[in-house]
């Protein structure tokens, strides 16, 4: 029998691969979690609550913004988190009992516990030690609280804090505008009508987009939620008010001009400055372990340990739900491959993101390339580029703004990337997805749209850019 011993068993990349690896008669299986209640961070502090208070501030924003409807609801923040709780309880417990269930086959195990490493593949669980032929670590990730003078004396609040705050604060100011940052600071603004100051280092937010889309973002959080946000800014300390706020000393250094220094008062200091592995309870100074740049492979195997893997937002390379899953897939199979004397196979995905930006109304995807990516990797491509306000049916249904680019190779077709920042974005990025991984040709993907759905959007963009590709007979 081959030992596995899966630590972080109730998260999204832990159960991924033990599913893969609880029908094996040839595995002997280990699943351990300490996790309370358990159920994994999607679940319990991530997408999932986000998606559900940000649906409550997107109803609000979507009456205040629709001319045909009178007056604007107020947001109930005691009911959406006791809906958001409920909701979530039963999300995770239907995660442990699928855990649970594997664990009553005869050659799994899970234990309720923490793990912690006394050397390579061996483990300290409670008051015993479980000697494993491979390891996959799945701990998740754990807020980052950056290291700024004075941050400890001020109690900020992290995405954590907010997605269980039943009444919120008058004023604040924001660190960070990622992902977290891009959908909770409408939320913040929306749900709250608080009055919000966030510091953004770069010229725009959206690293992996092309310029326009950060751009776009800028205008719509200024303009539609009346943020102010202060780029080219950067964090130099935080100190207590004395009236129980906070005080942010920041520097803002302008791309022309002399850089000037500001300080920025509010109630309360929000972090919103991403996540980070969350390794400090493995105890990995006692083994071969270097969680440094580069230290898990694209097959997950750890380059000090190849009989570890580490997989999800524990790894450090995307942390993002379904490629967690995708990942804890890979380390599964890539155990057995090893027991069988076959080499382990890469993770390779299409880049494939979401954010629910402007509350979920005005949502960011991006598939596979952007045009700055396709100009990198010296692709021969075509860029086409169409406005919401372009199809009626995003006026019909009160949301006007955004805008999309599709990218095809000018040759063959082929199309290479999708980006969206429109309402319904989300929705459409599966279809793109499918579209890229299968190497459609734009000119041969059928133009059939059914009035009025947003997706005409897309096939105004097909249709752009099957005129700009070469035709057959055309050089």
């Keep these: 029998m081959t030992h596995v011993a899966i630590v972080g068993a109730y998260g999204s990349a832990g159960v991924a691969a033990a599913r893969q690896l609880a029908d094996r008669e040839e595995i002997e299986l280990t699943l351990i979690d300490d996790g309370e209640p358990g159920g994994g961070l999607c679940i319990l502090r991530g997408c999932m609550p986000s998606k559900e208070v940000l649906s409550a501030g997107q109803h609000r924003f979507q009456a205040r913004h629709d001319d045909r409807v009178r007056g604007t609801p107020e947001v109930d923040l005691e009911r959406v988190i006791d809906t958001k709780d409920r909701h979530v309880e039963s999300f995770a417990e239907h995660r442990r009992s699928s855990v649970h269930e594997l664990a009553e086959r005869e050659n799994v195990e899970f234990v309720r516990d923490t793990a912690r490493f006394v050397d390579d593949r061996r483990l300290a669980v409670g008051d015993r030690t479980i000697e494993a032929d491979y390891v996959v670590i799945a701990t998740g990730s754990t807020v980052n609280v950056p290291d700024l003078p004075g941050i400890a004396d001020v109690d900020p609040t992290t995405s954590a804090e907010v997605l269980d705050a039943d009444s919120l604060p008058n004023s604040g100011v924001v660190m960070g505008l990622g992902y977290v940052g891009l959908e909770l600071v409408p939320y913040l603004a929306e749900a709250a009508g608080m009055d919000l100051t966030v510091i953004e280092h770069d010229a725009r937010p959206l690293d992996e987009a092309d310029g326009e889309f950060g751009e776009r973002i800028l205008d719509l959080y200024r303009e539609q939620f009346g943020i102010e946000v202060l780029t080219h800014t950067h964090e130099r300390s935080v100190e207590p008010t004395g009236d129980g706020g906070v005080r942010l000393h920041v520097e803002r250094d302008p791309p022309e001009g002399e850089a000037s220094e500001r300080a920025v008062e509010a109630e309360e200091l929000f972090l919103f400055t991403g996540r980070r592995p969350a390794l400090e309870k493995l105890n ?79 949502p960011y995807a991006r598939v596979g390339h952007s045009e700055d990516s396709a100009r990198a990797a010296d692709l021969d491509y075509v860029a086409v580029h169409r406005e919401a306000s372009s199809d009626g049916v995003f006026k019909t249904k009160a949301v006007p703004e955004g805008t999309a680019t599709l990218i095809a190779d000018a040759d063959d077709g082929t199309v290479l990337g999708y980006q969206g920042l429109h309402y319904h974005a989300d929705v459409m990025a599966k279809t793109m997805q499918l579209a890229v991984e299968m190497e459609l040709d734009v000119r041969e993907i059928p133009d059939r749209a059914y009035h009025p759905t947003t997706p005409e959007i897309v096939d105004g963009l097909l249709r752009e850019a099957a005129d700009a590709v070469a035709g057959p007979d055309e050089s």
């Design 284 to 362: 990995l100074e006692t083994t071969s372990l270097d969680p440094g740049p580069g230290w898990v492979d694209a097959t997950m195997q750890a380059e000090s340990d190849p009989r570890t893997f580490v997989v999800g937002d524990a790894n450090g390379r995307e942390p993002i739900l379904h490629v967690a899953k995708e990942q804890g897939i890979t380390a599964a199979r890539n155990v057995l491959a090893l027991e069988r004397g076959d080499e382990p196979e890469r993770y390779e995905n299409v880049h494939h993101h979401v954010i629910f930006s402007g509350l979920g109304v005005y």
